[in-house]
């Protein structure tokens, strides 16, 4: 990929990172999309920097963004743009909080970006050419033992429609791992499974914002992403990320059957 567009992109992203810093000790402006979704006026001011910013750096490009979206589906070249995932993690001044932006084009994701703007941790993909975290290749872990892989999970918004479903799985998994972390950002948490800090990871009910950018981290790291059965897709219920190893054993245990 084109060097001067990959450079511009993460500029871009640095910058959208530096206004979640500046605003991070300022008064949250808190508003409600949902019982439990929040927005702050850090997510708008974000946003309206990425599409401002991004559709410059490659004419004819548009924007899928969380707070401004009309649809899910992205166009044939889109940029994909969560401002801070883990808004509420924000609100809460919890530093697990992430920019995510990731390139559509041609079907697939092509440049992918998560910035962990408080603790300075910049992760990055491009389609073939590998990851990266603050410049430095990564890979994900070699666990090929499920009693000893640890996995994160998150809680879908609309957890009361499917608590059964949510509690049956956490069980499932909790008994048959090392342990179950639960970052309150899909973003880092296929950031983390890019770079080995975690073995493995499943949500459901994510949006393409949630998963775009670090759908490419995972699987340019040398992991594996998957629906529950089948390939992902944006808008795929449920995303199984992992290292490769503890894959099918994970999509295993997270299929319940008659158990609920």
Known sequence: MDKQLVDGFLDCVREAGRVVREQWNDPREIAFKGRIDLVTQTDLAVERL???????LLPGSSVLAEESHTTLVPGDLTWIVDPVDGTTN???????????VALWRGGRVELGAVFLPVMDELFWAVRGEGAFLNGERIRVSGEAVMQSALVATGFPYSFYAEIDEVCA?????????????????????????????LDGYYETGLKPWDTAAGWLLVE???????????????????????????HDELQELLRLGDEV
């Open 50 to 56: 990425l599409s401002e910013r991004l559709p410059a």
């Open 220 to 246: 340019e790291a040398g992991g594996r992403v998957s629906a529950l059965d089948g390939d992902y897709a944006l808008g795929s219920h449920m995303i199984v990320a992992t290292n490769g190893a503890v």
């Open 169 to 197: 799985r956490l069980r499932r998994v909790l008994l048959a791992s090392q342990g179950i972390r639960r970052m309150g950002a899909a973003a880092v948490d296929l950031a983390y499974t890019a770079c080995g800090r």
């Open 90 to 100: 924000y609100a809460h001044r919890i530093p697990m909080v992430a920019v995510s």
